[in-house]
């Protein structure tokens, strides 16, 4: 049995009120007396109306992240991408560790791909992510101070001239504020480059890009906490220097379960826009998990309509992207474990979610 076969199964006894142990090992249900009905699967991805469509009527942009693989291997991966969306970020394919694997050494050809197939669909592409203390290659952690100041000017100028004129914007500088002190991330960035390493990326990009929008992006800062707290400090003292930064993307990994009010995302969009400061909505999806059964895909088309409703309240909120459209490929489920997150199922049906997500886009 597949494991999404498995899934399935397993939903169907917990909607039985079993556990999937007690209802047959999770190897399907057994016998059981009343099988409540499964979720009816919806309608195809291209059954249902382009939610870039619906974006563009409320003069925005609705992306998703997408992988080169899927798209050369998955027609309908690459069907339902080119259909519905009109912004890509590449999932992993521009980040340092993919690109330049060994020291002055660049391999731009899945991110080319990508590219490629964002241009010949209409697609705007944003760059993701220059510097992140993530999928950062081993060799930059060992690196003296002056040499890793090279390395970064070398990779920033190189990667930033590479797509010149093919990206919209890039996410400089992603994820610098830490979860506790909500100061600065200690990263073999900020202890070899100083703590004023923010600015001094985005002044690379800058001269490497005179046109690209600059971001920075960051995850927890969604609704007004401290974190936001945090990044919009960082990012007020940026604007206030003179520091080339031209908007924010805020990830919006949410759980359904434990969501910041809408009316707090709002606001937290507006205080950014009032600096003058693009807003984009830069990673969304829903887990929902942890959520009665009966109520998971209600719950979910709830979220992605108010959290994209809250963004089009603010005109610099510009763009809302998806962390993946499809069940099929999330990082969510490899990291966390079978969730369905996404606004289009493991057949790429469209969930409920893809009618929250196109009624938000429309303003309904
Ligand atoms: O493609 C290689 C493959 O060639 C290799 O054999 C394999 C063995 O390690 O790795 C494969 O790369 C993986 C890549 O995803 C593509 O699947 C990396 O190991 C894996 O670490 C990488 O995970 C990505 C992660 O960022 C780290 O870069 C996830 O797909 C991606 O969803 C996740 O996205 C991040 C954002 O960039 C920043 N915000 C948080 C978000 C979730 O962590």
Known sequence: ?????????????????????????????TSAPSAAPLPTPGPAWNEVAPLRDAAASGGRLIGTALFSSGLANEPAYAGAAGRHFNYVTAEYEMKWDPIEKTPGVFDFSGADAIVAFAEAHGMQVKGHTLVWHNATPAWVSS???SDLRSAVQNHVR?????????????DVVNEAIDDTSLGLRSTVFSRGLGDDYVAEC????????????????????????????AIYALVKDLRDRGVPIDGVG???HLQAWNMPAAAD?????RRLAALGLRVNISELDVQIRQLPVATKLTQQRQVYHDVIAACLTEPRCEAVTLWGFTDAHSWIDTTFGPDDPLPFDEQYRAKPAYFGVQDALFGR
Not at 265 to 269: E, F
């Open 265 to 269: 995302i709002a606001a937290n969009i």
């Open 143 to 145: 690196l003296s101070p």
């Open 250 to 252: 805020l990830q919006m």
């Open 1 to 29: 049995m597949t494991a999404s076969a498995a899934r399935r199964a397993a939903a169907a006894c917990l909607l039985l009120g079993l556990s999937p142990a007690g209802c047959g090992g999770g190897g399907g249900p």
């Open 202 to 229: 985005f002044r690379l990009a800058r001269q490497a890009d005179p046109d690209a929008l600059l971001v920075y992006n960051d995850y927890g800062g969604e609704g007004l906490n401290r974190k936001s707290d």
């Open 158 to 170: 190189t990667v930033v001239g590479h797509f010149r004129g093919h990206v919209r914007a890039w």
